[in-house]
């Protein structure tokens, strides 16, 4: 990493403000009388050279009658951030500007630094002379005020804590401590490591929406893997998932090299680097998989269901010893999907989340048993709509999810070519949803609920949900096309379960 500058120009300062933004705080200042300073995050992305997210000011006091003036005055909106905090939000013209007050009755910026989350936030820049002085300040150069060693630390690439009370003073800078790691490359600090070992239980008290705001960023990092290693290192992953803990030391088959914890971190790593370039290892199909993980919160789902899809495995674990202990972990999918949604709804995780990532988990040995049974022999095309419907639109990320798993488990007796098979096998069912599935699904249907009353003086219930369901399953497999043939399907359907 390149030397970290002591001090920053006008220039760079006035860069990161709109001209909007500078002439507004300027009247205010004019009025007000207070020093203003460009604090946290900004400084240190301006002294690493990046593009700053948003804007964070901080003044003496009455930080949220300054933001409520420049709401006013620029016409954004304006949020109160925090229940006891001096502190809100004024979003305007697509920037977000975050005003603070001095935390717990500083006097003074330096002390205020000082009771922050970690030194390389712990910095500032005092900009209201600059704000309003002449046409030539944007030369001037200004000294950044660092009083925990926030620059040496950028400079070393550490996180380390900015005081011996952070964590007590907030604990969920616990689980901030590996986010700001693994957004920005860093190690963290040996002592702060063994303070996050020791203070790990404080992380009760956080609300579980904040906690998982902050683990949905690390999954957003790309050095997922490395954080949550980490967090299980010093225990503060067991304060969390408390789940994943039983999965250590635990043996699996031998076609797993690793014990179920293991795997499940080596999973999460393969992920990363299949989402970082899924061609190379569905390169018949990179196209549509890189479409699908960039929709929505596709890649944080997938992230979340390697690490989590094999939580199920401590619940079903079995040694067989008539088949000379051999190890077994039957229906372990269905029951981590169970176990997960114990996870999510303690987490406070949206009902959307929740059944993506359950549903996959669930789902997740789906595409083995059918590279299985294509091993085998031809696979025929009822197997292959069956999967295709019943994957929906996930049917990506269940084979990203299975190519994580296949290349997390190493051990000697794994198939060889598994990786292959799973690739020709989605590119299969990719052709079966596009020739037979799709065009089903996106066109009328043959058979409706007033043919099933009208025709067949069926009364309307949960079984048509049913039969139509089969109609149109029939028809993705060819064998119904006409609407007599689905007419006659649908009487054998009622009557069946008549």
């Known amino acids: 990493m390149p030397p970290i500058a002591a001090n920053l120009t006008g220039q760079q300062v006035r860069a990161v403000l709109p001209p909007w933004l500078r002439s507004h705080l300027a009247d205010l200042l004019r009025q007000e009388g207070v020093p203003l300073y460009l604090t946290g995050g900004v400084v240190r992305d301006l002294l690493l050279g990046l593009a700053p997210a948003d804007i964070d000011l901080t003044v003496p ?286 987490l406070r995780w949206s009902n959307d989340d929740t059944e993506r990532v359950a549903g996959l988990i669930g789902e997740h040995m789906r595409p083995f048993h059918l590279a299985n049974v294509a091993r085998a022999s031809e696979l025929t095309l009822r197997a292959a709509v069956r999967m295709v419907r019943a994957a929906g639109d996930d049917l990506p990320g269940l084979f990203l999810l299975a190519m994580a798993d296949a290349l997390a488990g190493q051990g000697p007796m794994r198939i060889e070519g598994m990786e292959e098979d799973l690739s020709r096998l989605y590119h299969h069912l990719e052709m079966v949803r596009v020739e037979h599935v799709a065009p089903v699904q996106t066109g009328p249907p043959l058979l409706t609920g007033r043919d099933l009353i009208e025709r067949l003086g069926l009364e309307p219930g949960p079984l048509f949900k049913e039969i139509l369901a089969a109609v149109e399953e029939a028809r993705m497999e060819g064998v119904v096309r006409t609407f007599d043939e689905a007419l006659q399907l649908a009487s054998d359907q009622a009557a069946g379960r008549g």
């Not at 950028?154 to 986010?179: C, H, K, N, T, Y």
């Not at 700001?180 to 009760?204: D, H, I, K, N």
């Open 61 to 346: 006091a009455g930080a949220r009658d300054l933001a409520r003036q420049l709401a006013i005055r620029t016409g954004g909106t304006y949020v109160e951030l925090g229940r006891d905090e001096d502190a809100a939000r004024v979003v305007c013209k697509g920037a977000t500007v975050d005003c603070s007050s001095f935390r717990e009755g500083a006097a003074d910026i330096e002390t205020e630094l000082t009771l922050r989350d970690l030194t390389v936030n712990a910095l500032a820049l005092r900009i209201d002379p600059l704000l309003m002085g002449s046409a030539g300040a944007g030369d001037r150069t200004l000294a950044v005020i660092d009083p925990t060693g926030g620059q040496h630390d950028l400079e070393g690439g550490w996180i380390r804590m900015a005081g011996p009370d952070s964590f007590q003073a907030d604990p969920l800078r616990l689980v901030r401590v590996f986010r700001f790691a693994a957004s920005l490359g860093f190690g963290v600090e040996p002592r702060t490591l063994s303070m996050v070992r020791r203070q790990r239980a404080l992380l009760a008290a956080p609300a579980p929406e904040r906690i998982a705001h902050e683990l949905d960023l690390i999954m957003a990092s790309s050095r997922a893997h490395g954080a949550f290693v980490a967090m299980a290192d010093t225990g503060l992953l067991w304060e969390i998932v408390p789940e994943l803990r039983a999965g250590v030391g635990m043996d699996q088959p031998a076609s797993h090299h690793l014990d179920v914890f293991g795997h499940s971190l080596e999973a999460l790593a393969q992920m990363e680097r299949l989402l970082a370039a899924p061609g190379r290892y569905f390169p018949d199909d990179g196209g549509r998989i890189e479409a699908h993980v960039a929709s929505g919160r596709n890649r944080m789902r997938l992230l979340w269901v390697a690490l989590l899809h094999d939580l199920g495995k401590p619940l079903t674990c079995a040694i067989k010893e008539d088949r000379g202990g051999r190890i077994t972990f039957y229906n372990h999918d269905r029951a981590g999907a169970t176990l997960f949604r114990q996870v999510a709804r303690r």
